[in-house]
């Protein structure tokens, strides 16, 4: 193995996961969200020469941003497409009993409900912050976008999750 690849695998492999998170938030799809990551795999590979960056993250998220787009996500940016039923959302504790592991279940549901009717704007920056931990410069430099209007977007995004969370609490 050459050290180029050797590189690229030790810095940008073990953000896989965060990649395909972000897509799947993007496309809400997993069948999409598997295609976008891989192409933003092959594409961090080839540009991988070009990366002078500290911190691959971001970098690599960016990347995942630009393959959804241009892989015509534009048109459905605002669609709502159901979840999949699985039961992978809750965590799993070893002292949890079943009501408490159903408790969890039904909550992460809930909260990807709501998540999904948030718009793409505001759901994009609350995962790359809240999820993926990125800092506001971060999720600037990963959305092309000035940092006031991260913590905009930011600010937006959580009173709308709060207000749809409230919503659906309420009959």
Request: net charge negative; with cysteine.
């Amino acid at each position: 193995m050459d050290a180029r690849r050797s590189r690229f695998e030790a810095q940008a492999l073990p953000h896989l996961d965060a990649a395909y998170g972000l897509a799947l938030c993007l496309t809400r799809s997993s069948n999409d969200a598997e295609d976008i990551a891989q192409e933003a795999m092959l594409r961090a590979w080839r540009a991988f020469d070009g990366f002078r960056g500290a911190d691959i993250k971001p970098w690599l998220l960016a990347i995942v941003r630009n393959c959804w787009r241009t892989a015509g996500a534009r048109n459905q940016r605002h669609a709502h497409a159901e979840l999949p039923d699985d039961d992978q959302g809750a965590p799993a504790t070893e002292e949890a009993g079943p009501e408490e592991l159903a408790a969890q279940l039904s909550q992460s549901r809930r909260l990807d409900e709501v998540m999904a009717l948030l718009p793409v704007e505001y759901r994009e920056v609350l995962i790359l912050r809240e999820v993926q931990d990125l800092s506001y410069r971060e999720i600037a430099d990963v959305a092309g976008i000035p940092i006031g209007t991260v913590m905009s977007r930011l600010a937006r995004a959580r009173v709308l999750l709060r207000e749809r969370w409230l919503a659906r609490e309420t009959p």
